[in-house]
């Protein structure tokens, strides 16, 4: 038997050894070597095994990088234009909604909540998208509405409420600077050369702009930013983003409310105005909303908890609403298309949601349609419905009739085969009187199967 050494030439123009060598000076200029964080890399090794990282996704067939997090890093400042040499990146997370600090470095089956969450985006796009609705707005209990001693009473009958995840405007306050996912300020131009990018998240981070042209982005459908205290405007950039389906923008507390009305009427007019279905952005500083009628896919908005006070326009009620989020604003009427319309429902759309806001009477605003009556839910409790008279002789304005109604509605079904379905219903609504003269307190409750 003969031993020789063999030389192995590893070419730099090799896409797996090119994208090792610009990982490598991403780390470097990101303070890699200073890095005190749970998540750590190594280049201390052959450079063919420098991809062998934390928080790094390769593709099977390539053998390049196609996922990328910096989540739970130290990495600090300005990412730099060697980003752009990873031309076979799929996914960018800076961050993302579902970050913890304390669980971020993954749980019994080594991952994080954000590496699971990525891997959802490949085998459930969909599943994937209604996620920040799941985790923030649809996260608490019906039961939750009742009072103290109603939840009590549920609780000594061993009826489960499920456990809020907590307000949405508090979670984003609850970061510190120290808890932060990340520490980088800024991407480059040069993110446009990743034609292959798809996914981008930002959250929880001092991240602070974007640049103006994001147009090379061609394949990025899914952007999400989420929870920057140092953002000040809503990012031109997003704007000329040629592709955007799903746009999360949530709890950028500094933006203002006349920055994100700009940012949000050149979104309207940008190239992905005919694409975008998914327009998230609750907790925003936000008083009128523009008119959104060049986003013709739109399906799903969700402007709770932004302060708003008025559209600027009625949508389309040939382009229908799955999903309509208005809930906790300022809002105490609606306008009106030419039809007598503000909102398009059909047999698809599940909830048109207007509850605590300053409406004093049922709007007259939809479709009547054939399909109006399945809508799971419209919800207008916590409004002020009322009669008012007005003494000029006064200046007194006095309530004569008027209600304050709260209701609570959910539903059940079971599929027993392909051809029978059981469904079991609970709804109460509870009606507080402005007169007392008028009526009594009440509560009527509704259920079956």
């Not at 099977?60 to 980003?83: K, Q, V, W």
């Not at 005919?274 to 909303?289: A, G």
Request: net charge negative; aromatic share 10%; glycine share 6%.
């Amino acid at each position: 038997m003969t031993d020789a050494d063999v030389p192995v030439t590893l070419h730099v123009t090799s896409g797996y050894i090119a994208d090792a060598l610009a990982l490598k000076e991403i780390w470097e200029a990101l303070d890699g070597p200073n890095w005190t964080s749970k998540v750590q890399w190594s280049f201390n090794g052959d450079v063919d095994l420098w991809l062998s990282q934390p928080n790094i996704l390769i593709d099977g067939e390539s053998g390049r990088i196609a996922y990328l997090s910096f989540e739970n890093t130290g990495a600090r400042g300005a990412m730099p234009a060697a980003i752009g040499k990873l031309t076979a990146l799929r996914r960018l997370s800076l961050g993302t909604h579902v970050y913890d600090p304390g669980q971020s470095a993954g749980n019994g089956s080594g991952k994080s909540a954000s590496e699971r969450l990525c891997e959802l985006a490949e085998t459930d796009i969909d599943a994937f998208r209604r996620s920040f609705t799941e985790t923030f707005v649809q996260n608490g209990d019906p039961l939750s509405l009742f009072s103290e001693e109603l939840q009590l009473s549920f609780k000594l009958s061993n009826i489960p409420m499920k456990e809020p995840a907590g307000e949405l405007r508090e979670l984003a306050k609850s970061f510190e600077e120290a808890h932060y996912s990340n520490y980088i300020t800024s991407l480059p131009e040069e993110i446009n050369q990743l034609k292959k990018l798809q996914m981008l998240y930002i959250a929880s981070s001092p991240f602070e702009t974007l640049p103006d042209d994001l147009s090379g982005l061609e394949s990025l459908t899914d952007l999400e930013i989420y929870n920057c205290p140092h953002l000040t405007t809503m990012p031109a950039g997003i704007a000329t983003l040629p592709k955007l389906i799903s746009l999360t923008f949530a709890c950028n507390e500094n933006v203002s409310a006349q920055a994100m009305h700009d940012g949000l009427v050149r979104l309207n007019n940008g190239p992905s105005a005919e694409k975008l279905q998914l327009l998230l952005i609750p907790v925003q500083k936000l008083r009128t909303v523009p008119n959104l009628n060049n986003m013709k896919r739109l399906s799903s908005l969700n402007i709770m908890d932004c302060g708003v006070e008025a559209f600027e326009a009625a949508f389309d009620e040939g382009r229908p609403f799955a999903q309509f989020n208005a809930r906790n604003n300022r809002l105490s009427e609606l306008p009106l298309n030419d039809k007598g319309y503000f909102i398009g429902i059909d047999s698809e759309t599940e909830t048109i949601d207007f509850s605590h806001n300053e409406f004093t009477e049922f709007p007259d605003i939809f479709s009547a349609s054939e399909y109006t009556f399945r809508v799971k839910t419209i919800d207008f409790s916590f409004n002020k419905m009322q009669s008012l008279i007005r003494k000029i002789d006064t200046q007194l304005t006095q309530a004569t009739s008027g209600n304050i109604a709260k209701t609570i509605s959910f539903s059940a079904d079971y599929g027993l085969s392909r051809a029978l379905t059981v469904r079991a219903f609970y709804d109460i609504q509870i009606n507080e009187p402005l007169i007392s003269s008028a009526s009594y307190p009440t509560s009527t409750s509704n259920y079956g199967n």
